[in-house]
């Protein structure tokens, strides 16, 4: 019966980096968390942000914590081994077990592994071991129990390669083989053929947490382009107008003409802080894929298995955010001139209500000046008896009737005789 000695179970975790103190609080509560479970700790005499721990009272358990920064990206470490030999068909309980042990952060309601609301890359499990016995590599069946261990509901996909000897099984869970990839579901399970090799391979660790690292990001990019495009896509389709759109705007008021002047600007500010983040995300694409393949291509010169994903990479998405960014582009130009336009009509509608109230302001002014003229010759000529309000006399009426001919005939003069001779 086939053993497994020193099963192992590394776990990488990616979150962006940020200015909140999550990721201090969780490290500095480290120690003590790990002492109320029972286990010995000590901070890397090598490694300052590396913390170990053990237990040989129940069982030999040993492991550690560890951090990485790699650009704008934090990398937390669990390795946790036990120290004795497990049959292969019980690996998926041991594994659990191992698993189970992991104090991991969790912020809120997130699922343990996040130290970010949105900052969240993904993480990698990596499972290994060497085998007591000459059969090899481990039944393919046996990986996948392995991974069921970590992964309840199974993997979809699978890639299989070779490290160092030994069988390497890649599986994950997506929609499509390389689409909408789930975060949490990246798995390696390589169980190499005799200690030395399993020893040699642990020097490997530190190159497998960068590969992940641009694993993840490029995931993670490729996901925030997918969405700013179809953000980009329902502004742009904003300001695609028609006859009957354009015909609906101009009669409008001017208060509403206004408003949709401003929802507009708005639009585009965020157009362009869009656009220029998809652009950012098919850079950062391009970057960690040429990372990606220029570390495995040095390191991992024989192991061809890597070659898949980065060929992906290049070949879909990158070609896709960059067609994705070349195709909505244009979109802003489209914005700027539905906005122009806008513009356009709320300044016509000013100048019209301006000249509107100018108009009337001459009619009234010039009712109230003859009113006045009128009133004045009438009681020249016939001065009201002191005993009759001024408001019942006919000079009054007679003042008022004046006032609206003569608003009621330069009315019609600017409105309806002056048009015309402009013709």
Known sequence: MCKIEYPTLNL????????SSNEQDY????????????????????DPQRLDFWDTISAAVDGSYSQANFDDTNCLRYSCSVDQPVELS????????????????KIGDLAPGRLSENGYLGQTWMISGWTITAN???????AHQAYKALIPQGHQHQNLGEFLGATVYEMWRGEGRWDKIE???????????DELTFKNAS?????????????????????????????????????????????????????????ELQKNINTIFYYVQDINLLQTQQHTVEVN?????????????????????????????????????LGLNPGLAILENLTATIRGMVEIKQAERDQNLNTNIAIV??????????????????????????????????????????SLVFWIILTKILPRLRR
Request: charged share 25%.
């Open 183 to 193: 975060k949490d579901s990246h798995v390696i399970v390589v169980f190499y053929p």
């Open 90 to 105: 019980n690996i998926e309980h041991t594994l659990t077990q191992i698993k189970d042990l992991a104090l991991l952060p």
């Open 136 to 142: 090899n590599p481990i039944p393919e069946a046996n």
């Open 289 to 325: 894929e040429r990372n990606y393949e220029k570390y495995f291509k040095e390191i991992f010169t024989n192991d061809k298995f890597l070659e898949e994903f980065s060929k992906i990479v290049k070949e879909k998405y990158q070609v896709q955010l960059e067609k994705d960014y």
């Open 203 to 259: 020097n490997y660790y530190n190159t497998w947490r960068y590969l992940f690292y641009c694993r993840h990001k490029i995931l993670w990019a490729y996901e925030q382009g997918r969405e700013l495009k179809l953000r980009l896509l329902e502004k742009y389709k904003h300001g695609l107008i028609d006859q009957k759109s354009l015909e609906s705007l101009s009669n409008k008021g001017l208060q509403e003409l206004k408003s």
């Open 27 to 46: 490290w500095l509560k480290l120690p003590e968390q790990l002492k109320q479970k029972g286990f010995s700790t000590k901070p890397n005499d090598e």
């Open 365 to 406: 002014g010039i009712g109230l000046a003859t009113s006045q003229i009128a009133s004045s010759v009438i009681i020249a000529q016939q001065t009201p008896p002191k005993d009759i309000p001024f408001y019942q006399t006919q000079a009054f009426w007679y003042s008022i009737g004046t006032g609206a001919i003569a």
């Open 12 to 19: 990488f975790i990616y979150n962006l980096a940020d200015d």
